[in-house]
């Protein structure tokens, strides 16, 4: 028989992974998957166990929530570090917010999901790599960044995209942007900006319209940047929320690029917090942003179930 290790985060979301672990594992059977099960006890227990054991099962799959994909594709890159051969990866989303299954198709019912991770289709997917560490789909700073979990579910469900624009507007009453130096291969320009995001997906807390125009690809090699101007006085801030709104990208508030490469440096070496993936990724001053062209195989729904 095949061979799947079946890494869960017994905390992420409401913890209903737990009244599932049998079903689940009936799924993986019928797939004729001999199973071996690990629960996370602490947070880099996932990328510990895909490095250790990326060469002894033929898929693992992960369950929890953006940060524990994270901690998969952290476990992927170190083992191909290590010389081993890249795990096939499965993914079950069972977190808070599941922006990237989004981007994936990956259905947030884990039964579904699970049958996906062992019936569907290999996808070659990019990700980034932030100051060496690798993320899946965004790293991001200022603004915004906090709105995607910070916000309640039942606000979520009530209004849709509206309801980050409403959280969002209250850190824009006290919130100051940053001067960055921005530089590309292609061009280095700099400003005074509220909020920046460099990501590979199609959805992000709730700002799907960010992508519209940028036609993304997850394997194309390249990231999308969205950065966002400070708006200087009470009324161009809220000329920003009705763009925000709108997802108005011709706003002049907004900037938008495809890229392989970013760096981000503060002026007077002043620290800039980010967020990879949800968590925190630290404060340095420089940041340097740039494409691992597809650094893992994810299993994606079958090309006639997208």
């Known amino acids: 028989m095949k061979k799947l290790l079946f890494v869960y985060n017994p905390h992420a979301g409401k913890a209903k992974i737990r009244g599932l672990l049998g079903d689940l594992i009936a799924v993986f059977d019928d797939a004729d998957y001999e199973v071996t099960v690990r629960p996370t006890r602490k947070a880099g227990d996932a990328a510990q166990f895909v490095r250790k054991f990326a060469e002894d099962y033929d898929r693992i799959v992960v369950s929890g929530g953006d940060g524990t ?181 011709k706003s002049r508030f907004f900037t938008t690029l495809k890229t392989r490469r970013i760096t981000f440096e503060t002026a007077e070496n002043l620290p800039l917090p980010w967020t990879l993936d949800g968590e925190f990724g630290g404060e340095p001053n420089l940041a340097e942003i740039s494409v691992i062209p597809e650094a893992y195989s994810i299993v994606v729904p079958k090309s006639e179930e997208n």
């Open 69 to 249: 994909l994270n901690e998969a594709l952290c476990g992927v890159c170190n083992a191909a570090t290590d010389g081993k051969r890249r795990p096939e990866l499965g993914f079950i989303p069972t977190g808070s917010t599941n922006d990237f299954a989004k981007s994936l198709k990956i259905p947030s019912d884990p039964l579904v999901a699970a049958k996906i991770a062992v019936t569907g289709d290999l996808f070659p997917c990019d990700a980034g790599s932030f100051n060496g560490h690798p993320f899946t789909y965004v790293a991001a700073f200022g603004a915004f960044t906090k709105v995607s979990y910070a916000t309640p579910q039942k606000i979520k469900n009530l209004f849709g995209h509206f309801a980050y624009i409403i959280e969002g507007a209250k850190e824009l009453t006290h919130i100051r942007g940053l001067n960055l130096t921005v530089q590309t291969d292609e061009e280095t320009f700099s400003g005074k900006y509220l909020y920046g995001m460099v990501s590979n997906a199609t959805s992000v807390g709730g700002f799907d319209g960010f992508f519209n125009d940028l036609n993304v690809a997850l394997n194309d090699g390249l990231l999308e940047v969205v950065l966002v101007k400070e708006p200087k006085t009470v009324a161009e801030k809220s000329a920003l929320l009705a763009d925000l709104m709108r997802m108005n990208m």
